[in-house]
């Protein structure tokens, strides 16, 4: 199912602050700490063990390291995010920089050979699944390279020969070191943001349908700001009604006058009504059939007709309950409809029941089902399909599965026998029902 919410929110995380969107400070900061640590470590070994490296190239490596640091925080603010692009081709210029570094001092047999796991590392956790593939062929290539070719480390008393088997095994370690590090960083850092993506979505279906249950305490308001004038209006319209002569050419416009005013005050008194014994909006408290039939109204669809069955009460030996307008509630039942019209063929069932323990809420749809390996993943932000005609679930039932749970649902989904998918939506009645619906009236 595609949430029209849900697809806005994702869409806008994808071009904010989601994968490939890194600030340049944080790419400057760290290859600042790598040039420092790669310029202690040429120093440590050429003055602190004697071995005579090649620092004149060796330098030139890491100074121009410091060029592209000094060049990018010149041209460009250093609080500026760089796309995926630009990012991808950094990390690429580190391994390349690290390779010819590696090349000067023994290659593979330079035990920091290790480090060239850390930028497919980076790309895994902010880049997208290509860009890191591209990093890790170049990786994989570098290795490959200073396997064959490099400058021995000048070792004393005639140097330190490894056997090729030995570096056969180096080599290998690193290759699958860098495939491993990018599939389970990239899987990780990947779960992470899809669920923050979806929690963001969610914070902004809610928000949204907060703003409109605040649209009856507006409307109520401004209803009784108008009301006085509108009582002065009237009472002046009537004055003037009385005192235009009947068969007078301004006593149809006087009785008109009257007339609407009366019909401005009925609609201002409807605004402004409000449920007994509670402050709320209006309509902040109803029975529970009509708050899923409020949650299905955006939902219908021409072509799919949706039917609305309620157990009968009295068999169940309790009354209908009656519960608060719930954000919440209108927007994962909404989800579930959503989808359930989406998939469905032809009709979509939404049957009500209560009873004195709990309230159920089950959609069923006569569509496709869900497809098998999906019912243990459902609820996880972000599931691909739901068939396998490659038609998206997106965010909707974590969404639901998220809200409802907020107000102490249950969620439970399955497939029917005879075809298509059943949402069982299950509150503990005491949970739902407003505190004044279960008081005893005197």
Do not use: K
Request: charged content about 20%; glycine content about 10%.
């Amino acid at each position: 199912m595609v949430d029209p919410v849900a697809a806005t929110v994702s869409g806008a995380v994808a071009h904010g602050a989601g994968p490939g969107r890194v600030r340049l400070r944080t790419l400057v900061t760290v290859r600042w700490v790598a040039i420092a640590g790669q310029a202690a470590s040429l120093l440590a070994v050429r003055l602190g063990f004697g071995l005579d490296l090649p620092l004149v190239p060796a330098f030139a490596a890491v100074a121009a390291s410091a060029l592209l640091n000094l060049t990018l925080m010149i041209n460009r603010p250093i609080a500026a995010r760089l796309g995926e692009r630009g990012v991808a081709v950094l990390l690429g210029y580190d391994l390349l920089q690290l390779a010819v570094l590696l090349y000067l001092t023994g290659g593979l047999t330079n035990p920091f050979a290790l480090l060239m796991l850390a930028p497919v590392t980076v790309s895994a956790t902010i880049l997208s699944r290509d860009s890191t593939i591209a990093l890790c062929v170049l990786a994989v290539a570098c290795v490959t390279a200073l396997g064959v070719w490099q400058r021995p480390l000048p070792w004393p008393d005639h140097g330190l020969a490894l056997p090729p088997l030995y570096m056969a095994g180096v080599w290998t370690a690193l290759v699958i070191g860098v495939l491993f590090v990018a599939v389970y960083a990239g899987s990780v850092a990947a779960e992470a943001r899809r669920m923050s993506d979806a929690l963001a979505a969610t914070q902004v279906a809610l928000a949204r349908e907060q703003r409109l249950s605040a649209l009856g305490g507006l409307a109520a308001a401004a209803a009784h700001e108008l009301g006085t004038p509108l009582s002065t209006i009237a009472v002046v319209a009537n004055e003037i009604a009385r005192e235009v002569p009947r068969d007078g050419p301004l006593a149809d416009d006087a009785a008109l006058l009257v007339s609407e005013v009366g019909r401005c005050r009925d609609i201002l008194a409807r605004l402004a009504a409000r449920p007994e014994e509670d402050g709320g909006t209006p309509y902040s408290r109803l029975p529970i059939t009509a708050l899923v039939e409020g949650a299905v109204a955006p939902h219908r669809r021409d072509g799919i007709t949706v039917a609305f069955t309620t157990i009968d009460p009295t068999a169940r030996g309790s009354a209908e309950p009656v519960v608060l307008r719930s954000p919440e509630v209108l927007h994962g039942l909404g989800n579930l409809i959503h989808n359930a019209v989406q998939f469905a063929r032809t009709r979509v069932d939404v049957v009500t029941s209560w009873d004195a323990q709990a309230v159920e809420v089950r959609i069923a749809d006569d569509g496709p089902g869900l497809a098998a390996g999906i019912l243990e993943r459902i609820g996880e932000p972000y599931l691909s399909t739901r068939n396998d005609d490659g038609e998206h679930m997106g965010l909707g039932i974590f969404i639901a599965a998220t809200l409802l749970a907020r107000t102490g649902a249950t969620l439970e989904l399955a497939n029917r026998p005879g075809g298509g998918a059943l949402a069982h939506v299950r509150w503990p009645r005491e949970r739902i029902e407003h505190r004044d619906a279960r008081e005893p009236r005197s």
